[in-house]
């Protein structure tokens, strides 16, 4: 059985308020991209073999036992002792790691959904993005897919009305690893000065005088290639520009059909 983890962007993402737990809570919305995607490939094991996780394409350090999908395996296996069979996993790594696009939680909410349809195990939807909170604070919204408004540490999740189909978006991954740590140490914590729960009744032409992502202001001043990239999209005509999370990959949205080239190089992909 197969399924396709896509990613997501981050459009606005205001910094709200440092939490007694450590965490801070965020106002943005998620919006999922289809066509970057992962494969996630779920196969029987072959009789008196162990569960195993294989995985191949963009190449993930540390061991392999660590990564969110066999985490996402374990969490229903514990669940539901005795329900889970042996399997071979295998995931094939598309999607940038470390860029924002919430790569890793897809592939760990994805594995929960093939698993329910795998063994037939008939949990729900709401269930599911309960047990996907165990595995990472925006994995919730990979259960749903669809354009949503987070708060909280982006758990606390409400369906908003916004379709972006009718634009092209360039998505820019340069090979910069940013410190998310350090980053919200540079972070204020102040109200959003946006409600994005409105964002779909604001012209996209007006996003950028109201749409911001508090990420760039400090992660700009450590890698000014991306401040460079975010302008050249910009030049390039988009109607929008931000960095996705808390980065490193930047995007633009154009009118459709006006996606221009972008120059990259060994330090850059482009989607």
Not at 114 to 134: G, Q
Not at 181 to 203: E, Q, R, V
Not at 227 to 254: E, P, R, V
Request: charged share 20%; net charge negative.
């Amino acid at each position: 059985m197969l399924h396709f983890p896509n990613a997501k962007i981050n459009i606005g993402l205001f910094v709200t308020e440092k939490r007694t737990d450590g965490y801070h809570n965020l106002e943005t919305i998620f919006y999922p991209v289809p066509r970057l995607k992962d494969a996630l490939e779920l196969l029987a094991a072959p009789q008196n073999e162990a569960s195993s996780l294989r995985i191949s394409g963009k190449t993930i350090e540390g061991d392999v036992y660590n990564n969110l999908v066999w985490k996402a395996f374990q969490l229903i296996q514990n669940k539901y002792p005795g329900k889970l069979s042996p399997v071979n996993i295998h995931l094939l790594k598309s999607i940038p790691m470390g860029a924002g696009l919430g790569g890793g939680s897809a592939d760990a909410a994805f594995m929960l959904r093939l698993l329910n349809k795998f063994f037939e195990l008939n949990i729900a939807d709401a269930t599911l993005a309960e047990y996907a909170l165990e595995l990472g604070s925006d994995c919730p919204f990979f259960i749903h897919n669809s354009p949503h408004f987070a708060q909280g540490r982006g758990e606390v999740l409400s369906p908003i009305n916004l379709d972006l189909s009718n634009y092209d978006l360039q998505i820019i991954c340069p090979k910069v690893h940013v410190n998310t740590g350090a980053a919200f140490g540079k972070i204020s914590p102040k109200p959003a000065s946006f409600s994005l729960k409105n964002l779909s009744d604001l012209p996209i032409e007006k996003w950028k005088d109201f749409v911001f992502n508090d990420f760039e202001k400090p992660i700009f001043e450590d890698y000014p290639i991306l401040a460079d990239i975010k302008q050249k999209l910009y030049q390039d005509g988009a109607l929008y520009a931000a960095m996705s999370g808390s980065g490193s990959a930047l995007y633009g949205i154009f009118e459709q059909g006006n996606t221009p080239s972008f120059e990259t190089n060994e330090l850059m992909e482009v989607f």
